[in-house]
């Protein structure tokens, strides 16, 4: 993806997925576009436990898809630790440069009707807060009627386990 390539509202004839296989001495699947939730992108922009899994799963993808809300989303949680006093003023800088970086790259779902119904369909069909009903209808927008083929990157448990329900191979921090 180049730089900047960034957003877009996919057509409902959209994206072809074309997975790849990874190295057979690892035996698993890759594919070159993953739906990274912002709980999943916070540990690539401020150390915490999950940071570590984030890194490296996030330097193997090509393409990152997020909802339009992540950047926000990402902002306010660096925020948040600032005021809390958890991240100095340097850390809370190098946070925010490192989002700028990181959403420069990336390939953001933007607002549309399609998303708005799909997010009301999401709160009645899951126990989910509005921002994650955006996250996972946005999931569903960007895999095109193929969820199989899309993984949803995620560190929320609940978010999760509706992402799972709705057929999208859920990649998560291992519970150790």
């Not at 926000?72 to 005021?83: F, K, T």
């Amino acid at each position: 993806m180049p730089a900047g390539a960034g957003h877009y509202a996919f057509p409902a004839t959209g994206l072809k997925y074309v997975p790849r296989i990874a190295s057979a001495c690892r035996g698993t699947q890759a594919w070159h576009m993953k739906f990274w939730d912002s709980s999943a992108i916070i540990p690539l922009l401020v150390r915490e436990p999950a940071s570590g899994w984030a890194c490296a799963l996030y330097a193997g993808d090509m393409t990152v898809v997020v909802a339009w809300t992540a950047h926000i989303e990402c902002a306010s949680a660096i925020a948040r630790r600032a005021l809390g006093e958890s991240l100095t003023t340097d850390e809370t800088r190098k946070a925010h440069h490192r989002l700028a970086a990181l959403a420069r790259e990336w390939i953001e779902i933007l607002p549309t009707d399609r998303l708005k119904q799909e997010a009301v369909r999401m709160v009645s069909v899951h126990e989910l807060r509005t921002l994650d009903s955006v996250q996972l209808s946005s999931a569903v927008i960007a895999a095109n009627t193929r969820p199989d083929l899309l993984p949803f990157v995620t560190s929320d448990q609940v978010l999760a386990e509706a992402a799972e329900k709705q057929g999208f191979p859920v990649v998560r921090p291992s519970r150790t």
